[in-house]
């Protein structure tokens, strides 16, 4: 099932994760470890929109194509986004210097 919130779309779990590929088991995993935080916490369940299906296709490629298991996907996500931070605020810090 497909909801609009705020002029967005957000997916059931289910739903997003058929469209990763992957399982909604695993996705559920992945939400409930906060590897994949939802994007809108309804009644019925979790949401997730573009951002986090993103996310989901990023663990499904360390995990398929590089063999990572969970606790090495948890690792490299985190660096991932330190590294995607620092990329912010130094985008931030040269712009102020301008």
């Known amino acids: 099932m497909i909801v609009q919130h705020d002029e967005r779309q957000y997916y059931r779990v289910e739903v997003a994760a058929r469209l990763v590929g992957l399982s909604p088991i695993r996705v559920r995993r992945y939400v409930a470890t906060g590897l994949v935080r939802p994007a809108v916490e309804d009644p019925s369940g979790p949401l997730?929109?573009?951002?986090?299906?993103?996310?989901l296709r990023k663990i499904r490629r360390l995990?398929?194509?590089?063999?990572?298991?969970?606790?090495?996907?948890?690792?490299v996500l985190s660096l991932l986004d330190e590294v995607a931070t620092l990329r912010k605020e130094l985008e931030r810090y040269l712009s102020s210097q301008r």
């Open 48 to 55: 997730l929109g573009e951002a986090e299906l993103a996310r």
């Open 63 to 75: 995990r398929e194509d590089l063999g990572l298991n969970d606790p090495a996907i948890e690792i």
